[in-house]
């Protein structure tokens, strides 16, 4: 199936292997929606931020997973691995630094390790 030929639906993300290295062109409607919830399955689930705008990862509430949870960000060069400690959000595995300033750029996705599977929101923030 050519590329060009399969919807991408917001919140969701896919793996792009690509030696070329061509960029993908995004594009489509923009969420007017105050939130969008993206299901989550046990184990690995790739996300993305549906907003035009980067998406904080304080502003990812899990419903029906949550604490426990791992996010994985590629930073360019490697993933920044981030635990979800339930009420207490985010933060960095390896430095235990709240994740309060890291965001999820404009169309930016990330891998996520859910325990118990459910649902994530993305919250509009705009």
Known sequence: VPSDAVPVGGGKAVWLNDAAATVPVMLGEVPSAASVVVPVNVGLT??????????????????????????????????????????HGWFNTLTGVPSSAVELAVGQGAWLSSVAGGSITFTKNF
């Open 46 to 87: 790739m996300i993305a931020n549906p907003y035009p705008v980067g998406t904080p990862l304080s502003a990812l509430t899990a419903g029906g997973s949550g604490a426990g949870d791992l996010l994985y960000v590629w930073n360019g060069g490697g993933y920044d691995t981030y635990i979800n400690y339930g009420i």
